[in-house]
């Protein structure tokens, strides 16, 4: 899959599927920093993909600061073709300045055994990978 970069940070788009409905999500950022895989709340309402009240709650931390997230499991992401079955997420607004719908962290990146080839900008999936 190509990598795009925008505003200097390396972008990819998913599908985020969940009950029998799906949802393109552009503007994802690949974040080896984040541990974990993030995702725009506005854009997971769309399949119905919801904060609920019986849902796990995580505090994330970074440079920018503290935030709480929802944690969720969808049926799967669907990445360049490659579909990634019951995967967790974390639902947030995203507000960090940045015009992003979504992070793919370090989570995705190793359960996928990910390649990040930012020479020919690609984002590929190690041979031993199946889908998960």
């Known amino acids: 899959m190509q990598i795009q970069i925008a505003d200097g940070l390396p972008l990819v788009e998913l599908r985020l599927g969940h009950a029998g409905r799906a949802v393109r ?9 984040s541990g974990s895989t993030v995702i725009s709340s506005l854009r997971a309402r769309e399949i119905g993909v919801i904060p609920e009240p019986q849902d796990p709650i995580r505090t994330l931390r970074g440079v920018g600061g503290m935030e709480v997230v929802f944690v969720k499991r969808v049926d799967y992401i669907l990445v360049d073709r490659r579909r990634f079955k019951n995967f967790e997420i ?25 390649i990040v080839d930012l020479k020919h900008l690609e ?5 031993a990978t199946k889908e998960i």
């Open 25 to 33: 999500i552009q503007r994802v950022l690949i974040d080896t920093g």
């Open 90 to 114: 974390e639902l947030s607004p995203l507000d960090y300045g940045l015009e992003i719908n979504g992070i793919l962290g370090l989570d995705f990146l190793t359960a996928t055994r990910a």
């Open 123 to 127: 984002l590929r999936f190690g041979r």
